[in-house]
C-alpha cells in the first residue's frame, strides 16, 4: 500500500522523532513525503505535496492543527488527518473530530501507536487511542455530542468564518493589525475590519477579552 506522509509540528526535535519512527517501522511504499513547523505551512505543503495522511500536532503558532485541518480538508477531501496531541479532554476530542480529523493519539502513546494510526488512516480506516476511544464512544452514546458535531462553547463561535479564526489566533499571539495583514497577505483596513466583526460577533469590548476567548476555546494556549 502506498502512503504518502506529511508531518506537521512546530518543534523540529518532534517533527524528527516522528519522521524517524515512520521511517525505522515504515510499511513498504510508505514514504515521508515533508514537514511542516506550523499550520499555514501546512496548508501549503499539502497543496504541493498531496500526501495521503498527515500526522498534525494540535496546538501550533500562526495556524492551529483545527484549522489547518479544515482548509487542508476542504482543498483535499481525500486526505487523512491524524491529531497529536497532549490534550486527553472530551471537548478537545470533539473539536478534532468536527474538524473533520479521522484519528486523534495523545503524544504520550506517540511512540506505541503511531505507525499503527497511520496504517489504519491510510487504509481508510480511524484510529483512537484507548483513553480518546472512549470518549468518543460516551459521546456516541449521549446522540452523537462526541462524533463530529461542532462545538458552541462560547458566544458566537459557530458564526466564525474560516478567515476570523485566523485572525483571532493570531490577534491573542499578540500580533498588530500590521503584522496580521503580513501575514495573512491582506490589507491593514481589512486586518481591522476583521478585528472589529470579531469582537462585535463574540461581545467583547477589549483585545484582552479576545485573548481570553481563544484561550478558553483551545484556538491558543495560555
Given amino acids: ?26 510499511h513498504a511504499g510508505w514514504t515521508v513525503c515533508g514537514e511542516a513547523g506550523n499550520g499555514r505551512e501546512a496548508v501549503d505543503r499539502a497543496k504541493e505535496l498531496l500526501p495521503d495522511v498527515i500526522v498534525m500536532d494540535l496546538s501550533m503558532p500562526e495556524l492551529n492543527g483545527l484549522e489547518a485541518t479544515r482548509q487542508i480538508l476542504a482543498a483535499q477531501p481525500g486526505c487523512s488527518v491524524l491529531i497529536l496531541s497532549a490534550s486527553e479532554t472530551e471537548d478537545a ?42 470518549f468518543v464512544l460516551r459521546g456516541f452514546m449521549r446522540g452523537g455530542a462526541g462524533a463530529g458535531t461542532t462545538m458552541t462553547s462560547g458566544p458566537g463561535r459557530s458564526a466564525l468564518t474560516s478567515r476570523e ?5 493570531l490577534i491573542a499571539e499578540g ?21 472589529a466583526n470579531l469582537m462585535r460577533k463574540l461581545g467583547v469590548r477589549s483585545v484582552g477579552e479576545l485573548v481570553r476567548y481563544a484561550v478558553r476555546n483551545k484556538i491558543v494556549e495560555p
Avoid at 100 to 124: C, H, I, Q, T
Avoid at 165 to 169: G, H, M, N
Fill in 175 to 195: 500580533r498588530s493589525n500590521k503584522e496580521v495583514a503580513v501575514a495573512l497577505d491582506i490589507g491593514v483596513k481589512t486586518a481591522e475590519a476583521h478585528r
Fill in 165 to 169: 479564526r485566523e485572525v483571532l489566533q
Fill in 93 to 134: 476530542v470533539r473539536d478534532v473530530l468536527a474538524a473533520g480529523a479521522r484519528g486523534y493519539v495523545l503524544k504520550s502513546d506517540a511512540s506505541r501507536e503511531l505507525v499503527a494510526a497511520v496504517d489504519s488512516l491510510g487504509a481508510g480506516r480511524p484510529f483512537f487511542s484507548a483513553k480518546v476511544a472512549n
Fill in 1 to 26: 500500500m502506498t502512503v504518502r506522509i506529511l508531518v506537521v509540528d512546530d518543534h523540529e526535535v518532534v517533527r524528527q522523532g516522528l519522521r524517524s519512527i515512520l521511517e525505522t517501522q515504515a
